[in-house]
T-cell receptor, first 115, second 115 residues
């Protein structure tokens, strides 16, 4: 039962343009969402997160948007660079106070940024 | 920032032997460790959650007698794959957290190949 879904296994974008990666979730208890970047045979690298009390969080070229009513979030990368080419995972958790719950991951989207 | 050191990065073992994977939090106390497994082009699947000094909580379908998890201190957790078989070949990743303020920190992963 996939509670976090990334329906696009791949995305190809030209350098300089915007990359938009999408993620949907089913569990309304999720209140913390994260995006990770991952290369083969390496651990995930944290990119950006958003709490359910917000609908947007921005960090440099990365912006995450959260639409709670649609149970949808997206990661925008602008401008895209060839070094952004990697697999991007969306993850979510339901936290209890100051304790972090387990993460649920999507299947990932392979982003390729071409020159 | 927070660092989790995971060793070994890759290991090849013979069928029937046991393999131990270590995860150490280098600059923070990890109250909770998560162990994940990733098959090629698949999502990260949670195997178990361990809290320091307590028995690990295993996800459905994960054999606790096969995948032994020890979290004896706030900086070290180990996963031992006992009597390994070729189907145990996978990429194993640990993640540590000490609470909401600190987020999740991932190790670099261990590629296990059982021959």
């Amino acid at each position: 039962d996939q509670q976090v879904k990334q329906n696009s296994p791949s995305l190809s974008v030209q350098e300089g343009r915007i990359s938009i990666l999408n993620c949907d979730y089913t569990n309304s208890m999720f209140d913390y969402f994260l995006w990770y970047k991952k290369y083969p045979a390496e651990g995930p690298t944290f990119l950006i997160s958003i709490s359910s009390i917000k609908d947007k969080n921005e960090d440099g070229r990365f912006t995450v948007f959260l639409n709670k009513s649609a149970k949808h979030l997206s990661l925008h990368i602008v401008p895209s660079q060839p070094g952004d080419s990697a697999v991007y995972f969306c993850a979510a958790s339901a936290n209890r106070g100051s304790t972090l719950g387990r993460l649920y991951f999507g299947r990932g989207t392979q982003l390729t940024v071409w020159p | 920032g927070a660092v989790v050191s995971q060793h070994p990065s890759r290991v090849i073992c013979k069928s029937g032997t046991s393999v131990k994977i270590e995860c150490r939090s280098l600059d923070f106390q990890a109250t909770t460790m998560f162990w994940y497994r990733q098959f090629p082009k698949q999502s990260l699947m949670l195997m178990a959650t361990s809290n320091e000094g307590s028995k690990a909580t295993y996800e459905q379908g994960v054999e606790k007698d096969k995948f032994l998890i020890n979290h004896a201190s706030l900086t070290l957790s180990t996963l031992t794959v006992t009597s390994a078989h070729p189907e145990d070949s996978s990429f194993y990743i640990c993640s540590a957290t000490s609470g909401v303020l600190y987020g999740y920190t991932f190790g670099s992963g261990t590629r296990l190949t059982v021959v």
